[in-house]
């Protein structure tokens, strides 16, 4: 039941901080029409990891009964930076345009393959969730290759800043598929995707639209992990003081 | 026909109710009018997104982050539904906006005032939006045909997030001793700026006569502040909060509520730029618009190279 637990909230901590993240862009985008696109994105990546917080909330509660049981929001708003389980990629601070979107790209091809297996996981809510949320990422997934592909393609400047985006991210990219303890457990118990199986698919696809970009797959390099074993960078205490400012500043309130 | 005649024949439609559409014929004084009055309502839409959007962050649970995220994201909807009607009245959108940054078009000065808690974004949803509300309502009826159908649209994403609003208020009144008083500090902040959101007195409000002539306004800006504050006088019993009037009682012949006198110097300082947030709204949507530029030349120069590859293409079949 621990291992399910602890595969649940990865899922939902993933979804919800990058959903954070690209909230932040909300009135501030480059066009009205891609605001509320990337809007939508947030908004759709808020919704999977309520699914997933409400899942791991009643699992919890059936496996340690107790007065204060949990529920999504506990788990979002009264966590501290070592017990989210999030790939440090998502946590980074947004960047340019052109940084988001190529973040959002990298988690898109991640999810699509992840989601398509989950879709036939043997526990049947994660495989609903994983249904529901398929549909969503197969559109996070046209709209941020569309843009990596127009910026990467498009003037000399974009060019540049997306072979500055690609440097930056790049590194963080390796953590996606190096399986964590709960991973490897959820994969034995037959409920998760091994996490390693996806990366080939991954790298293709990366690879044709970075091609199609005019942009170049960066060569192997150091990789930067610890996020899903809540190990994380320091950009994460500031997201979650920000995001639990209120739970925190007045306890036990109902909102 | 005689200027006179087309003139009359506008008249006469708007006379009987019959919508103003992009083609028809209209004075240039009204096709002006309208340029003016749905930019200005297309940049509120646009900045109210930010005093808003500063708590998107920051909502106090996942549920409330989602409701908020799309009341922001559905103004920037409201923002490109009136952005296209004054494209059909022959303005870019481009010159549109042009004119936000520059400092020459105006916005609700509503939103130069700053969001300091969560009870403020139950303030502006039940306040605010539901000021706009009762002048989007009477614009669902204007003669122009384009804003008539905008309005319409609005109206019925705005009572949702009226009443999402007064929901977020209605649970701090009902919470914590700390949650009352973020409330009634939220509701005492947003009453006398909301009442501003109608404009200036009747008498002296510049455009308002011809407006009526032309059904593009169908209410004075006195009579919708009177309905306003009716409203809400009795909505706010339910919250168990006091609106910061003195003077405000129920009048049992008038069967109105009557009002204190509203500051007027505060109204013409904000209009003028001097209100607490001002510059900084401005600077943020100016710096939103510059540090986007990159990507808008990116994507124009992405598209030319995709089409003149594709002309290439079909040269070569």
Redesign the interface.
């Known amino acids: 039941m621990q291992t399910l637990i602890n595969y649940t909230l990865y899922l939902a901590d993933n979804a919800l901080i990058l959903a954070q993240r690209n909230a932040e862009w909300c009135g501030h985008g480059p066009i009205l029409e891609q605001d509320i696109a990337l809007t939508n994105i947030s908004l759709d990546l808020l919704g999977q990891s309520r699914s997933f917080y409400q899942y791991a909330a009643q699992l919890i509660n059936a496996e340690h009964p107790s007065a204060m049981p949990a529920t999504e929001d506990s788990l979002a708003y009264l966590r501290d930076v070592f017990a989210f389980r999030n790939i440090l990629m998502n946590e980074l601070p947004n960047g340019d345009w052109g940084q988001t979107v190529l973040r959002q790209f990298f988690f898109s091809a991640y999810q699509f393959p992840l989601f398509e297996r989950m879709k036939h996981s043997s526990d049947a809510t994660l495989a609903a969730i994983a249904e529901k949320s398929l549909k969503e990422v197969t559109y996070h997934l046209r709209w941020s290759s569309e843009w990596v592909i127009r910026l990467g393609d498009g003037t000399e400047e974009s060019h540049s800043r997306m072979e500055k985006a690609l440097d930056e991210l790049w590194t963080y990219t390796g953590e996606i598929f190096e399986p964590a303890p709960y991973e490897k457990a959820a994969v034995e118990a037959g409920f998760g995707v091994d996490a390693t199986s996806l990366k080939d698919a991954w790298m293709e696809r990366v690879s044709n639209i970075l091609q199609e970009a005019t942009l170049t797959v960066p060569a192997p390099r150091w990789m930067q992990t610890g996020g899903k074993e809540g190990k994380h960078s320091e950009h994460l205490g500031f997201v979650l003081a920000e995001m639990q400012f209120l739970q925190r500043a007045y306890p036990n309130a109902t909102w | 026909m005689s200027v006179q005649e087309l003139e009359k024949i506008f008249q006469q439609k708007i006379d009987q109710e019959i919508k103003i559409e992009p083609k028809d014929w209209m004075p240039e004084a009204y096709r002006k009018t309208l340029v003016r009055q749905i930019s200005q309502h297309a940049h509120s839409e ?1 900045i109210g ?2 005093p808003e ?1 500063n708590w ?11 409701i908020l ?2 009341k ?2 559905d103004e ?2 409201h ?2 539904y009136l ?1 296209a009607a004054t494209e059909t009245l022959g303005t870019s959108r481009e010159q549109t906006m042009d004119d936000l940054h520059s400092g020459k078009a105006k916005y609700s000065s509503i939103f130069n005032y700053p969001t300091l808690t ?1 009870g403020d974004i139950g303030a502006i949803g039940w306040l605010v939006d539901g000021a706009a509300i009762l002048n989007q309502v009477m614009l669902c009826r204007t003669s122009y045909g384009p804003y008539s159908r905008a309005n319409i649209r609005i109206c019925k994403e705005e009572s949702f997030h009226q009443r999402q609003g007064f929901e ?1 208020l209605l ?2 009144s009902q ?2 001793p ?2 009352k008083a973020i409330c009634q500090d939220a509701i005492n902040r947003w009453w006398w700026p909301s009442l501003m959101m109608f404009g200036p007195k009747d008498g002296e409000s510049t455009h308002s006569e011809q407006s009526t002539i032309w059904k593009i306004k169908r209410k004075s800006n006195d009579e919708l502040r009177q309905q306003f504050v009716n409203m809400i006088a009795e909505q706010v019993k339910i919250l168990g909060m006091t609106l910061p009037d003195a003077d405000l009682k129920y009048n049992e012949q008038t069967k109105n509520y009557e009002f204190g006198e509203i500051d007027w110097n505060e109204f013409w300082n904000v209009v003028k730029g001097n209100g607490p947030c001002n510059k900084q709204r401005l600077d ?1 949507r100016r ?3 510059e ?13 030319a ?1 995709r089409a003149a590859r594709k002309q290439e293409q079909a040269k070569v079949a």
Do not use: C, D, F
Request: net charge positive; aromatic share 6%; hydrophobic share 50%.
């Open positions: 646009i997104m930010l959007g998107i962050t920051r909502a106090p649970s996942l549920k409330r982050k989602a995220l799309a922001v994201q920037a909807g923002g490109l952005y969560w977020i649970v701090l919470g914590t700390e949650q943020t710096k939103a618009h540090n986007g530029a990159w990507v808008r030349a990116a994507a124009e120069a992405h598209s190279k």
